[in-house]
């Protein structure tokens, strides 16, 4: 089994901790990072973190997760997850297990942040609980690909 999952993060994300913190919280993208390659290797997964401002390099990131056969994408598309058919069709066609995430709660927002086109192509999308929301979607990415905590047993 493959036991690497793709972090994909998208436009503005590199400016975690001094972008509008009200709304986003003060932690930085290295903390993000940080804690999605701790959550990741208590499955004894690897965590490929990537941010992008261009949609056409994040749908080559998608595409790398393909050709390097990863077990799961998760991905905070930014302002992306409400304009982009391409990464909806980026992710659709590689067909490998997607969770999307929001540092914010994106239905407490402005309305044209009430769609999202990348949480069509995701099999869960997670809003609303900062950071903390990556941790979460590695949890819910593990148990959908099968792979147990370390520490309490067995992996699948």
Do not use: W
């Not at 999952?5 to 001094?18: E, F, K, M, R, W």
């Not at 997760?65 to 391409?86: L, M, P």
């Not at 990348?118 to 099968?146: E, M, Q, V």
């Amino acid at each position: 089994m493959a036991r690497t999952i793709y972090v994909l993060n998208g436009p503005n994300l590199n400016l975690l901790g001094t972008r509008e913190p009200e709304t986003y919280g003060h932690a930085t993208l290295a903390d993000v990072e940080t804690l999605c390659k701790m959550t990741a290797a208590q499955f004894g997964l690897e965590a490929d973190c990537r941010q992008s401002n261009r949609e056409g390099e994040l749908v080559d990131f998608i595409h790398d997760a393909r050709a390097k056969q990863a077990a799961g994408i998760i991905i905070n598309a930014g302002g992306y997850s409400h304009t982009s058919i391409a990464l909806h069709d980026a992710l659709a066609a590689v067909k490998i297990p997607t969770v999307e995430v929001h540092i914010s709660n994106i239905y407490a927002r402005e309305d044209f942040r009430h769609h999202s086109f990348t949480a069509k192509a995701a099999f869960a999308s997670l809003c609303g609980f900062g950071i903390d929301g990556y941790r979460l979607a590695i949890h819910g990415l593990a148990a959908k690909i099968g792979v147990r905590e370390i520490a309490s047993g067995a992996q699948a």
